[in-house]
């Protein structure tokens, strides 16, 4: 899976933000905010990467258990999902 390249990742003010645009911007009105987890996720789903890379790499960056991991990456996939931030 890959992030959606119609979403840009920008810095504001300290806070990471994706900011939706060509097509998506059209779909989506807003912008997306992401968390310290959510930005090392979003810096792997540039690369392209499986589900499973990126639970790594939550256990890697974080003293995190497995299950914890697993748990907060499903959440996150989810959710980008459901906005249509992953190309899969």
């Known amino acids: 899976m890959k992030a959606n390249k119609n979403f840009m990742l920008r810095e504001v003010a300290g806070e990471h933000i994706l900011i939706p645009v060509n097509e998506a911007a059209k779909k989506l009105y807003g ?3 992401l968390n310290d987890s959510g930005l090392l996720l979003w810096n792997r789903l540039q690369e392209g ?3 499973e890379e ?3 790499a939550m256990l890697d960056e974080y003293e995190v258990d497995r299950e914890t991991a697993e748990r907060d990456t499903e959440t996150f996939l989810q959710k980008m999902r459901e906005i249509e931030l992953l190309e899969e």
């Open 31 to 33: 912008l997306i905010t």
């Open 49 to 51: 990467c499986t589900q």
């Open 54 to 56: 990126l639970i790594q």
